[in-house]
């Protein structure tokens, strides 16, 4: 069966592209020390996560306890979770999870390690780090400090070192405070995390990271392009969609929306996607299932029934609306993959 | 069970207020002789759709063939598709519905028409008219008129009347001006089809529309309180979020981001949600898990671990994430509802 066979709209995955990207990421990391430990939320993939962890990946990063859980369900056992973690319910949860596989966990606040170790988990922790991205993350490296040697002191609780996200050109600086402060107060600095596809290829020569969280990589999308982390061809991840309107000259109508691409911006491009077959066009607006496509500046305009291919602003985003993907390679297709972890926002 | 026993990101929906929404549109409707026929894609759920019928809807709209489908095989079976369907495939699953149920499609092309008529369908048909909203739909009166005396000619299909999004305060003239000409071809102009839920309830005074399409009435949301159709008291759906970080003095980071809410936009309004208990928040950003929330104009200010109820920007968009609703009558608990024709995008 091929791609053209495909009812629409439908998100179209190629195992060739995502095999590259997926070794392309890993000999970098290779070359440069890194160990590399990919983000499933791109993909939310058991199978997709297990090709990561045979190309050489260090374990997998999951941003929510339902994805974790689902991913040690699968056999998965190497699970970082860079996101906070409060409250009693969430705490026994990681705890669990942490009886069955090797956890580690960031944390940016007093509240946050309390009720982790006081649920009785026994963890690797990360201090998260706000570098400059102005998200979570202690504010300071000296807060960072003093947050270690909490985090040491606390019951279960080890100390592993730093995260932050993204890797920024003034990351290594504050993390390099962080790392003497600490280590002036008897720790040690094992683990110091960064984080994000856009400027991936640059964590060597930011200094200080020794470990490299990245999701969207293994995809691509058109925010990665306009970052210039990923080429047109990186980008394995597209939807097939018909043009299923064409009101007026200038205007088509496809037969996806909100509901199929995401209404997610991507920094530094207008419009919702970008349409491989006719790149002049602009998804100018989307609706929750219809994407309106400006083809002015375009020289052939397709018709009503043609089949067009987009290549979406945010792949994570995209995935995160389907249950599978069809998967391919280079248009001959293969099957179907399950997005196991989609909607576990727990 | 109370809300507040819930783990953290969830989405809420308060019966009482559901019930109370579905009653009111349907008295309006009733008020001034228009059919109501409400629009599934809000709710995307079996027991509500049976609650908008019960309550004396004509019927139900369904934008994609997938939903239709879903809700024939629970027994519902008058559906408006008020979207093009296109191709033999799609007009060959058209063709199968309507042999168990009554089917009305819209069309604002030949090719469409034809398709659908190819593929020995039986069914109703709308032509949808461009009444100023620049989206689907044919471009004038004349243009109505034509496609009208093609689908009356063609086997299968049996021409009922017009369909327009949304009412638009010059819609009445350019639909009148269609129906005229349509007569005057003679053919006779049964239905009227208008629809949107920003003003739904100015469509007796419009004129010319003798049906009411409205989804989001049901819920409410942030873009219904700016368009001035929904109280804050209205809006049924809700999601209920925990604050995970508090990194400076006016920052929080809630775990509710575009994965939990989507990253859609509220006419009108600034930023992703109204946080009923800090109204004066801002969710300025979100990324997929977080929700960045600027604190400066709150009085206080919500700690770590402290629990917020948020009035998302788009009720259909957020329900499409997820697999069931938690169900409640005024913050207690009675269970779960599935959307049950989430991810059918085609």
Redesign the interface.
């Known amino acids: 069966m091929s791609l053209a066979e495909l ?4 998100v179209t995955l190629d195992l060739d592209v995502v095999e590259r990207n997926i070794a392309a990421m890993q000999r970098y990391c290779d070359e440069h020390g890194l160990a590399l430990r990919p983000h499933i ?1 791109t993909h939310k993939s058991i199978e997709l996560a297990r090709l990561q962890l045979e190309a050489g990946a260090a374990g997998i990063c999951c ?2 306890l339902g994805e974790a859980e689902t991913m040690l369900a699968a056999g998965i056992r190497d699970i970082t979770i860079p ?5 009693a ?2 705490a026994a949860r990681l705890t669990a999870l942490a009886r069955d596989a090797d956890i580690t966990v960031a944390v ?2 007093e ?2 390690a309390r ?1 982790i170790s006081n649920a009785g988990a026994e963890v690797d922790v990360l201090v998260d780090c ?1 570098t400059g991205f ?6 300071s490296p000296d807060d960072a400090a003093a947050l270690a040697r909490m985090v040491a002191e606390l019951p279960g609780l080890r100390f592993v070192g730093l995260m932050t996200y993204p890797t920024l050109p003034e990351s290594a600086a504050w993390l390099r405070a962080a790392r003497k402060a600490i280590e002036a107060a008897g720790l040690r600095v094992e683990r110091v995390s960064g984080g994000g596809t856009p400027a991936a290829r640059f964590t060597h020569d930011r200094g200080e990271v020794n470990e490299l969280r990245v999701g969207t990589y293994v995809f691509g999308d058109r925010a990665c392009m306009a970052s210039g982390s990923a080429s047109l061809d990186d980008c394995a991840l597209r939807v097939v969609a ?7 000259a200038t ?1 088509a ?1 496809v ?2 929306g ?3 691409l ?4 991507a920094r530094g491009e207008t419009g919702f996607g970008l349409i491989v077959e006719h790149p002049e066009a602009v998804i100018y607006e989307l ?4 994407g ?1 496509v400006d083809l002015s500046a375009c020289p052939s305009k397709p ?3 043609d089949v067009v291919t987009i290549v979406p602003n945010h792949a ?2 995209t995935t ?4 599978e993907l069809v998967v391919h390679r280079g248009g001959a297709v293969e099957g179907r993959l399950r997005v196991a972890a989609r ?1 576990l ?2």
Chains 1, 2 share one sequence.
Do not use: F, W
């Open positions: 009812e629409t709209p439908v939320k941003q929510k996101y906070p973690i409060v409250g319910a969430k940016d606040s509240v946050s009720d706000d102005g998200r979570t993350g202690v504010q018909t043009v299923v309107s064409r009101p007026t205007r109508i037969d996806a909100t509901k199929t995401t209404s997610d911006p609706n929750e299932e219809h309106l018709a009503i029934g994570c985003g995160n609306l389907h249950d909607g926002v727990r």
